[in-house]
Nanobody, 129 residues
Framework: QVQLVESGGGSVLAGGSLRLSCAASGRPFTNYAMGWFRQAPGKEREFVSALTWTDGATYYSDSVKGRFTISRDSAKNSVSLQMNSLKPEDTAVYYC??????????????????????WGQGTQVTVSS
């Protein structure tokens, strides 16, 4: 079993930055893919970014590419999402997710929330204009 705990959400003005972190525990962290999703009120959960643990390959949705950066800290079993140039439309609850035994994939694979085995509780990000 894997437990995921997000932190770092908050409120920021448009153009500002936030850094989200996701700490994982419960199993040795090998052959995982980690993803970030978000869900705004009244909308479906959408893919933001993903990273494969073994080689550090990264994937981004078009809406955040160039503004967000996903990274890992192997020593801490954590993954982070640095969010820059935030926009009001980035306002959502952000979720961390883990796909066990996944060392490679494609963006189309990582976009589907059904491919993830574990989820965090979510952290709120609010961007005001």
């Amino acid at each position: 079993q894997v437990q995921l705990v997000e932190s770092g959400g908050g409120s920021v003005l448009a153009g500002g930055s936030l850094r989200l972190s996701c700490a994982a525990s419960g199993r040795p962290f090998t052959n995982y893919a980690m993803g970030w999703f978000r869900q705004a009120p009244g909308k479906e959960r959408e893919f933001v970014s993903a990273l494969t643990w073994t080689d550090g390959a990264t994937y981004y949705s078009d809406s955040v590419k160039g503004r967000f950066t996903i990274s890992r800290d192997s020593a801490k079993n954590s993954v982070s999402l640095q969010m820059n140039s935030l926009k009001p439309e980035d306002t959502a609850v952000y979720y961390c997710a883990a796909d066990a035994d996944r060392s490679y994939g494609s963006i189309n694979y990582f976009k589907s929330s059904r491919n993830y085995d574990y989820w965090g509780q979510g952290t709120q990000v609010t961007v005001s204009s």
